[in-house]
């Protein structure tokens, strides 16, 4: 099931690509895997998946011991700073930036382990008060550039989690207002900041993300179907 699901996924990912004139090569399918057993990643890995999204630091760091070495692990959940040291060094890259603080973390441990972490600063692009992340304003562009100084950290774009919607097309204005600050961000020319990584869209509007620009899409129910929380705290 797995495995016809991510090559659904990607059909769905290149058609999306094909309309909007882009090459399917531009977009990273992340599997988020976040609740779900080993076993099931190790089927979306002997598939060829490659790129796994977690949102709890446990989890990711069991997850990581357990399985190859040649995954790229994406923390896309709220980060406590006290829950740096734990991924630094494991994680491929860190999506969910929001704040100095955290990004002051993450480049202490960074030089302490003496890697580069690469992170993405999280929009709250709808404005939702539920939600985690920066408002959809210049404001990222100088948290980027206080980030930028730091050492052992850099920028590589921005994530956004869109409002939950029946009709995608009602999130495609966050995404097009995600590509709009990345570029006004791009065009600071800002040293240490690039931004060539938008991580946008989930399962139920992927395509619509792809089609305003997205570099990654996070895609989890749509690969490993429902989530069951009855037995934790939830997300
Ligand atoms: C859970 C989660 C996803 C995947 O959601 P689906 O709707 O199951 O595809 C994507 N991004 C983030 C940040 C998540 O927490």
Same mark, same amino acid.
């Given at each position: 099931?797995?495995?016809?699901?991510?090559?659904?996924?990607?059909?769905?990912?290149?058609?999306?690509?094909?309309? +909007?004139?882009?090459?399917?090569?531009?977009?990273?399918?992340?599997?988020?895997?976040?609740?779900?057993?080993?076993?099931?990643?190790?089927? %979306?890995?002997?598939?060829?998946?490659?790129?796994?999204?977690?949102?709890?630091?446990?989890? &990711?760091?069991?997850?990581?011991? +357990? &399985?190859?070495?040649?995954?790229?692990?994406?923390? !896309?959940?709220?980060?406590?700073?006290?829950?740096?040291?734990?991924?630094?060094?494991?994680?491929?890259?860190?999506?969910?930036?929001?704040?100095?603080?955290? #990004?002051?973390?993450?480049?202490?441990?960074?030089?302490?382990?003496?890697? $580069?972490?690469? !992170? &993405?600063?999280?929009?709250?692009a709808a404005?939702?008060?539920?939600?985690?992340?920066?408002?959809?304003?210049? %404001?990222?562009?100088?948290?980027? #550039?206080?980030?930028? %100084?730091?050492? %052992?950290?850099? !920028?590589?774009? &921005?994530? $956004?989690?869109a409002p939950y919607v029946e009709d995608p097309e009602e999130n495609r204005q966050y995404f097009? #207002?995600?590509?709009?600050?990345?570029?006004?961000?791009?065009?600071?020319?800002?040293?240490?900041?690039?931004?060539?990584?938008?991580?946008?869209?989930?399962?139920g509007d992927?395509?619509v #993300?792809?089609?305003?620009? +997205?570099?990654?899409?996070?895609?989890?129910?749509?690969?490993?179907?429902?989530?069951?929380? $009855?037995?934790? +705290?939830?997300?």
């Amino acid at each position: 099931m797995i495995r016809e699901n991510i090559a659904r996924t990607e059909e769905n990912i290149r058609q999306a690509c094909e309309l +909007a004139g882009r090459r399917a090569s531009e977009v990273t399918l992340i599997a988020v895997s976040k609740t779900k057993p080993l076993s099931m990643l190790q089927e %979306a890995y002997e598939y060829g998946c490659r790129d796994f999204g977690e949102n709890k630091v446990q989890e &990711l760091v069991e997850k990581y011991e +357990a &399985l190859p070495r040649d995954i790229r692990w994406h923390m !896309i959940g709220h980060l406590q700073r006290n829950k740096v040291k734990y991924i630094v060094g494991r994680v491929y890259l860190i999506h969910s930036v929001d704040s100095l603080r955290l #990004a002051e973390e993450i480049s202490r441990e960074s030089v302490k382990k003496q890697v $580069t972490t690469d !992170i &993405l600063l999280e929009v709250n692009a709808a404005g939702e008060e539920s939600k985690f992340g920066l408002p959809c304003n210049g %404001a990222v562009t100088e948290l980027a #550039a206080q980030i930028a %100084a730091l050492p %052992a950290i850099r !920028i590589r774009g &921005l994530m $956004t989690v869109a409002p939950y919607v029946e009709d995608p097309e009602e999130n495609r204005q966050y995404f097009r #207002a995600l590509k709009q600050l990345s570029v006004d961000i791009m065009r600071k020319n800002i040293d240490n900041v690039s931004m060539d990584v938008l991580s946008m869209g989930m399962t139920g509007d992927y395509e619509v #993300a792809v089609s305003e620009g +997205a570099g990654c899409v996070r895609v989890g129910t749509g690969i490993f179907g429902e989530r069951d929380y $009855t037995n934790s +705290a939830g997300e």
